[in-house]
């Protein structure tokens, strides 16, 4: 099946008259009709058929959207998480232990960042910060101890590639697993298992989901990896997502391939927009024609999305907040991926008093006249 098809049909079992849409298994528990094949499920699980004892361990509505995004990221196996966090934690406490160590790309997300630098150290987890960028620096900073190599390509404030196939395979040689955020591309513009990444996850409140309207993540890898989780830290953490936000994500996933299309044509027009602007020094965009990993993305990824930066030439912020506030389209928020554009400024090197800030923008699926017209009006009447 080709990928557009296997997001409207697959892993949808039908039988006689039936609903075109996967119902919500909105139940906390699947009740048996006699004790031997409750007991031969729970205790001598046919891995090849769906095990379904309790929701928090699994449900029928997350699974037809795993097997989607499973097919999509060319993995024999995904789970939906509650969150894209929970998606992160959980994958990386599966290949974590005490006395463990990781090699971490220095621009990832924050919290995801967070999570390394100040919560793993209190279980004895120690880790090296590496800028992506050189292969060269993410394979020396591993020690014999390394147990992941976390990554995120591209990342979401600053737009940089790391090598996958490089820095996979010598992770492999080492026996380290690697994990990357693939949030940016989504499953659509970039498949890293097929480049030697053991663990993807994606934040799916962003362009899977598409509407701004769920909180949810996914991890996709081998049956043998996503068993594992499912078994300990989906189990024991207990944080996957439930029925109905699970429900919505699938509804989102139908229209990925027109979204990021549409998101790829839309993050273009405006990048090569921002690209001409008196008022801009930089264009941190990874569509872009100029983009200075350019080489690495037409190797490694099929598309790019409507995330970019760029750094205005003034930097003063009393005038950076004023574009913002001026902007009309542009709403003023975290997150990105769904209909709605967004602003915000991020400070490059944060501190007490940054100095350095680039405004990263979201372009939704307002028309791009719109988005660019209402760009150009507000950087006129403040960073001019
Ligand atoms: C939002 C985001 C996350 C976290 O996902 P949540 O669904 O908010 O928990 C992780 N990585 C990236 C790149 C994100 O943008």
């Not at 009309?328 to 501190?351: D, M, N, R, T």
Request: charged share 20%; with cysteine.
């Amino acid at each position: 099946m080709e990928r557009d098809t296997i997001l409207q049909h697959l892993g949808e079992k039908k039988s006689g008259p039936s609903p075109v849409v996967p119902p919500i298994v909105q139940t906390s528990l699947f009740v048996y009709p006699e004790l031997d094949s409750f007991w031969n499920t729970m205790f001598e699980p046919d891995t090849e058929k769906d095990r379904y004892i309790y929701s928090r361990v699994g449900n029928p509505t997350l699974d037809v959207a795993a097997r989607k995004i499973a097919a999509l990221e060319h993995t024999e196996s995904a789970l939906l998480f509650a969150s894209g966090m929970a998606a992160i934690t959980s994958s990386m406490l599966s290949v974590l232990s005490h006395g463990g160590h990781v090699v971490y790309v220095d621009t990832i997300y924050g919290p995801s960042k967070h999570f390394i630098e100040e919560w793993l150290p209190r279980f004895g987890i120690s880790c090296t910060a590496v800028d992506g960028r050189s292969s060269d620096e993410v394979i020396g900073a591993c020690k014999p101890e390394t147990q992941l190599i976390y990554l995120e390509s591209p990342s979401s404030i600053v737009f940089r590639l790391q090598d996958l196939r490089t820095i996979c395979d010598a992770a492999k040689e080492k026996g380290i697993a690697t994990l990357i955020d693939n949030s940016y591309a989504s499953p659509l513009f970039q498949q890293p298992a097929d480049l030697g990444v053991d663990l993807v996850i994606h934040s799916a409140t962003k362009y899977i989901s598409g509407h701004s309207d769920v909180v949810a993540g996914v991890v996709a890898g081998t049956r043998e990896r996503m068993t594992r989780i499912m078994e300990q830290e989906g189990q024991w953490l207990g944080a996957l997502l439930p029925p109905f936000p699970a429900w919505l994500l699938l509804r989102g996933l139908r229209t990925l391939p027109i979204r990021m299309k549409a998101a790829q044509e839309t993050g273009n027009i405006v990048g090569a927009f921002l690209a001409t602007r008196p008022e801009v020094e930089t264009v941190l965009h990874v569509g872009s024609p100029d983009f200075d990993q350019k080489a690495l993305r037409d190797q490694q990824m099929s598309g790019t999305s409507s995330l970019l930066s760029f750094r205005p030439k003034v930097q003063d912020l009393d005038r950076i907040k004023a574009f913002i506030h001026d902007l009309k389209i542009f709403q003023i928020g975290v997150s990105w991926g769904g209909f709605e554009s967004l602003a915000l400024p991020i400070p490059l090197v944060p501190g007490d008093s940054p100095s350095d800030w680039v405004i990263r923008i979201y372009c939704g699926l307002e028309d791009v006249k719109d988005i660019c017209g209402d760009l150009a009006q507000s950087l006129e009447r403040h960073l001019a």
